[in-house]
């Protein structure tokens, strides 16, 4: 059982970062995929990016050169930097830990892009 919760979300203009946290409360280091999803108003929840325990990293078209996505195994965290910010990125943010036959989702972090 994992247990997530997002952090870093908030208010930023077009243009600007944002840094997003999601701590978990067991081991991810070799176990679990972990990936960050968004949903905006009206839309669908989708995958922005994702990182395996071992492998390369994957990102949606929209976001890649601007978006990074990293894991500290040592302090069971997942990290999403937002850079070049748009207000189509506006969303809930959302933290999954993924393993064949189990999925866990964080509570989510709201992300406002406007001047």
């Known amino acids: 059982q994992v247990q997530l919760v997002e952090s870093g979300g908030g208010l930023v203009q077009p243009g600007g970062s944002l840094r997003l946290s999601c701590a978990a409360s067991?081991?991810?280091?070799?176990?679990?995929?972990m990936g960050w999803y968004r949903q905006g108003p009206g839309n669908q929840r989708e995958l922005v990016a994702s990182i395996p325990s071992r492998g390369p990293t994957n990102y949606a078209d929209s976001v890649k050169g601007r978006f990074t996505i990293s894991r500290d195994n040592a302090k069971n965290t997942l990290y999403l930097q937002m850079n070049s910010l748009k207000p189509e990125d506006t969303a809930v943010y959302y933290c999954?830990?993924?393993?064949?036959?189990?999925?866990?989702w964080g509570q989510g972090t709201q992300v406002t892009v406007s001047s």
């Open positions: 999954r830990a993924f393993k064949p036959g189990y999925y866990y």
């Open positions: 067991g081991s991810i280091s070799s176990t679990y995929t």
